[in-house]
Structure formats: C-alpha cells, structure tokens
C-alpha cells in the first residue's frame, strides 16, 4: 500500500506542479497551451523533476533513509557496462516486441509524446536532453530507487523487481491512447524488468537511471529522423 501512495503522490504532486506553472505564466501573458515545446519542458520538469523527486526524497528523509537505501555511488568501469548493455537488451526486447506484434497482428497503444512530436519534430530535440537529465533520473530515484527497494527488503528482488514493474508500466497509462492498450503495457514491464534487474546487478542508481534516459534519447532521435529525414547536426 505504501508503494502505490507513493507512485500516486508523485503523479498528484506532479500534476499541481505543472498547473501552478502554467498559471504563473499565463499571469505574465505566456500561454503554454499554444507552445507544445515550452509545456514539455514543464511537465518534465514539474511531474519527473519535482514531483518525483519531491515525494522520493520527502519519504527518504521521514524515514531516515539515505544513500545507503538507494545505492548510489560514483559509476565504475563495470557499470559503464551495464548501462552499455542495459540499453542494448532494451533495443532487443523493443524489436522483439515489434516483431511478435507484427506476426501477429497485435497493435500497439499509440503514445501521445512521439505522436506530438511527429507533428511539431523540435519537441523531440528538446526530449533528447531532458530523457537524460530529468526523466531518467526522476522516474529511476521514485520506481527504482525507492518503490522497487521497499518491495526488494521485504518481499525479496525477483518480487520486488516484478511488482515495481507493474506499478511503473501502469503508471503510463495516462501517456497512451488509441486501441492495443494491454500490449503497450506488457512492453513497458519488460522494459522496467531490464531496468530492475540492472539496479539490482549494479547495486548503483545511477546506472538504469542512465540506461532509461539514453534509451528514451535514442527513441526521440529516432523518431526525429523518420519525421524529418534528417539528423540534427548537433547529435553528431
């Protein structure tokens, strides 16, 4: 119970962040609604940046738990090769996915940030750096370092790591639409598995925290190129 307030808090605080945000803007004329770039930018830094991080670190410090709880340390070489691998196996299961869904006819919720972006192709560049800075690291310290770690000390990892990953795959929900929901949300706990388990290999944060952002990055890049043909000069 106390992992879902804590995956539900985040999304709320979230949620007013990102209201309070844009109402302070529309008071100085800036109307966010109008501007897809500027209102990423906002719901990135209010939803994974503050609220996330907000709630995570809130818990941590009512409940006198530090760095030693999340596992965070410095990246060494044999992490430098779990974030390498760990965004290798994500292409992996991602292709294999596409490929079952395509054998079988199986179709796939779309997801409002890629459908956005292959209508205005700039918000993918913005997406590039804040995967890396805020979404990774925000979604990583909340699923992983503090939802997945609760669960890990009382039910054991392989529990905890599968619970976490329910959780976090329901938890986007909100970001999908159109038909083949389930099969979107069976893709995203195989991809949170990855990233639980390289938590738990690594016993370091800041390696799926990594894995999820340049994984998040290379898709935006991605998409980028089909919708455009062309790849920023500035990520080459």
Known sequence: MTVLLIAIGGFLLGAVLTSVGT???????VNVLEQPSLRIVISALALQ???????????LLTHNKGVDFLMLSMPDFRDLLAIV????????VLVGVYLVQTTFGIQSADHGLVKRGMQSPEILLILVPLSI???GPGEELLFRGVIQQL?????????????????????HV?????????????????LSVILGVSYEYSENLIVPSLIHGLFNAAQFLIVYVRATGNLPISVI
Request: proline content about 1%; glycine content about 18%.
């Open 85 to 92: 691998g760990g965004v290798v196996s994500l292409f992996v």
């Open 151 to 171: 669960l890990r000390f009382r039910f054991g990892a392989i529990i905890g790591i599968t619970i976490a990953s329910v959780i976090f795959s329901v938890a």
């Open 49 to 59: 940046g503050l609220g996330f991080g907000s709630v995570a670190v809130f818990y």
């Open 133 to 135: 800075l805020l979404v």
């Open 23 to 29: 109402g302070i803007l529309s008071i100085f004329g």
């Open 174 to 190: 909100g970001s999908l639409s159109g038909e083949g929901l389930i099969p979107s949300l069976v893709t995203y706990f195989l």
